[in-house]
């Protein structure tokens, strides 16, 4: 679906524009009968502008979209119950103003927002070789100002940016599959509890020389829990430039 609307007097315009869309092949996997591949998407856009006289104008750009998708299944594979889920907003306001005829300030301040959040199967076990849920937020907001103007030959412009960026990640992870890091060679079809490689001897199994003693605090099927980790960060930065285009003769 999509509808659009448009209307305004002299002074005063909006634009707006909304669509959607849901399928039952969303990541058109390549099985002939797709599945769990069913996945939604939603955007709406508002673009406003108002200019109350002939030298102040104001433009306002308004955007939210939402992307829902399950995590297609593999015939060999067919338990998962993935999702993820992906919600973005921008705001951006720009304000411009003729001091005179050659001479136009611009002031544009904006903020975006985007969060991704991967869901794992409702019984974690359902996920192989291991369950992961994952949410990350990415937040850039700024402001940009600039004066330009055309005197003479001279066709300059001077202005500053301030930006920061925000990160902030959580997630979690937990192995599911007793063969994936198992201490012993034949792991599958020794007992979970087995922890240990020198155990393996007395039950005719081979040490595994890929065994990770480290990951098995976050082996579901040996007792562990689930490894959870979260950090965030902010980026800082801010900048000045200026140019001049001179024109010389023809």
């Known amino acids: ?11 005063l ?3 707006l524009v909304g669509n959607s869309e849901r399928s039952g092949r969303f990541l ?6 797709p599945m769990h591949d069913i996945g939604n998407t939603a955007t709406l856009f508002d673009h406003l502008d108002f200019q109350p006289n002939g030298r102040d104008a104001l433009h306002l750009n308004l955007m939210a979209a939402r992307n829902w998708r399950q995590v297609p299944k593999a015939y060999d594979q067919a338990r998962p119950d993935q999702r993820q889920e ?16 050659y001479t136009l300030v611009s002031v544009n301040a904006f903020l975006r927002r985007d969060q991704v959040d991967f869901y794992p199967s409702r019984n974690p076990l359902d996920d192989s070789p291991a369950t992961l849920a994952q949410n990350r937020l990415l937040t850039n907001l ?18 500053l940016q301030a930006t920061q960026t925000r990160l902030d990640e959580r997630f979690s992870l937990g192995i599911t599959d007793p063969a994936y890091n198992s201490p012993c060679a034949s792991g599958g079809s020794l007992p979970a509890a087995l922890t240990d490689q020198p155990q393996c001897g007395a039950l005719g199994g081979p040490p595994n020389p890929g065994f990770l003693s480290s990951l098995l605090p976050y082996d579901l099927t040996r007792g562990g829990q689930l490894y959870v980790f979260r950090g965030k960060a902010n980026i800082n930065q801010i900048a ?11």
Do not use: C, M
Not at 1 to 11: D, I, P, V
Not at 86 to 99: A, D, G, K, N
Not at 142 to 159: E, F, I, P
């Open 13 to 15: 315009g909006n634009f």
């Open 1 to 11: 679906e999509e509808a659009t609307l448009s209307l305004g007097t002299s002074r």
């Open 28 to 33: 058109d996997t390549p099985e002939f009968w």
């Open 240 to 250: 000045f430039y200026g140019q001049d285009s001179i024109t010389l003769g023809d």
């Open 142 to 159: 700024g402001v940009h100002a600039d004066l330009s103007s055309v005197q003479g030959r001279h066709n300059w412009k001077a202005g």
């Open 86 to 101: 992906v919600i973005s907003f921008y705001i951006e306001q720009v304000y411009q103003r003729s001091i005179d005829a």
